[in-house]
């Protein structure tokens, strides 16, 4: 993901120079954040007053680009949107076998075995037709030709061939673009939602 760009304020800039007519050593609240003197800034002053001499002195900001690691606590300058689909490929939330749905079939049902798919990304070209599944893995892409998931534990194996003790579930098939699709925006300008969590 291309770094985001983030606003960054300025520090408050002082003066190490007391103002005119102040002692050598004035009250410590007259003292800025690292030890200079606030120039123009009275002892005691309304909160009206106060807000007014804040309007006059707005921060100070600037753009830079950082990487997200980097960019903890800080302020989004404009939207930050998805560079990918997330998840890139329809995937198996589930291991277990994949195979087609049928909503006509009656369970137990026992279907042949014609290949894996493992969440490496080293599979060999896998079709699976008509009476057929394949072992899957958790985060593997579903073969073409399946759109349901079976977890193991509802399954028995015996030899090339397995036996479903229920219908698979679509559901357990994670969609492409199912978290974010290319071009979405994952937070908006001015949110300080790069955090840790």
């Not at 050593?25 to 106060?50: L, S």
């Not at 002195?57 to 990918?84: F, H, M, N, Y």
């Not at 534990?153 to 559901?171: G, S, W």
């Amino acid at each position: 993901m291309a770094a985001p760009k983030l606003a960054h304020q300025e520090p408050t800039k002082t003066s190490n120079t007391p103002p005119p007519d102040s002692p050598d050593d004035p009250h410590p609240q007259a003292q800025g954040p690292h030890g200079g003197f606030m120039v123009d800034c009275p002892y005691f002053i309304t909160v009206e007053e106060a807000m007014a001499i804040c309007r006059k002195s707005p921060p100070q900001v600037e753009v830079e680009s950082l990487p997200i690691w980097e960019s903890t606590g800080r302020i989004l300058a404009e939207d930050l949107a998805s560079k990918v689909d997330d998840p890139p490929f329809d995937n198996s939330s589930m291991d277990g076998f994949a195979c087609r749905f049928d909503s006509d079939a009656t369970y137990p049902l026992t279907l042949t075995i014609v290949g894996m798919q493992a969440a490496t990304g080293a599979n060999k070209p896998l079709t699976v037709g008509y009476g057929q599944a394949a072992r899957i893995m958790t985060g593997a892409p579903m073969p073409p030709g399946t759109d349901a998931i079976l977890p193991i534990e509802q399954c028995q194996v015996d030899q090339d061939n397995v036996t479903l003790f229920e219908a698979p579930k679509p559901h357990f098939v994670r969609r492409q673009g199912k978290t974010s699709n290319t071009g979405t925006s994952l937070s908006s300008k001015g949110n300080n939602s790069l955090h840790r969590g």
